[in-house]
């Protein structure tokens, strides 16, 4: 079974940094996207970004390029998402999750809170 937990999340003044951390269990992740989403109050659901496990190759949503890293350890089996000049606006509750050999997204973390205040 496929676990994900995000830990890290926290309240951070804005143009703070934190790191967040997504423990991957449950199979081999090497053909797997690992991607980052979050979701303020009132809002749907966002992509933030996404990294190829193989390739470490990361692609991320204007909003937060230039500001957030997404990393991953192979061997610790985690993905790390560095977010840095944070934003009031970037307060949400984020969520990892994974996308098997081309599909889609279909496992998720239960969320870790992150608050920037002004």
């Known amino acids: 079974q496929v676990q994900l937990v995000e830990s890290g999340g926290g309240l951070v003044q804005a143009g703070g940094s934190l790191r967040l951390s997504c423990a991957a269990s449950?199979?081999?992740?090497?053909?797997?996207?690992m991607g980052w989403f979050r979701q303020a109050p009132g809002k749907e659901r966002e992509f933030v970004g996404q990294?190829?496990?193989?390739?470490?190759?990361?692609y991320y949503v204007d909003s937060v390029k230039g500001r957030f890293t997404i990393t991953r350890d192979a061997a610790k089996n985690t993905v790390y998402l560095q977010m840095n000049s944070l934003k009031p606006e970037d307060t949400a509750v984020y969520y990892c999750?994974?996308?098997?050999?081309?599909?889609?997204?279909?496992?998720w973390g239960q969320g870790t809170q992150v608050t920037v205040s002004a």
């Open positions: 999750a994974t996308a098997y050999a081309g599909r889609a997204y279909d496992r």
């Open positions: 449950g199979r081999s992740f090497s053909t797997s996207i």
């Open positions: 990294i190829t496990w193989s390739s470490g190759n990361a």
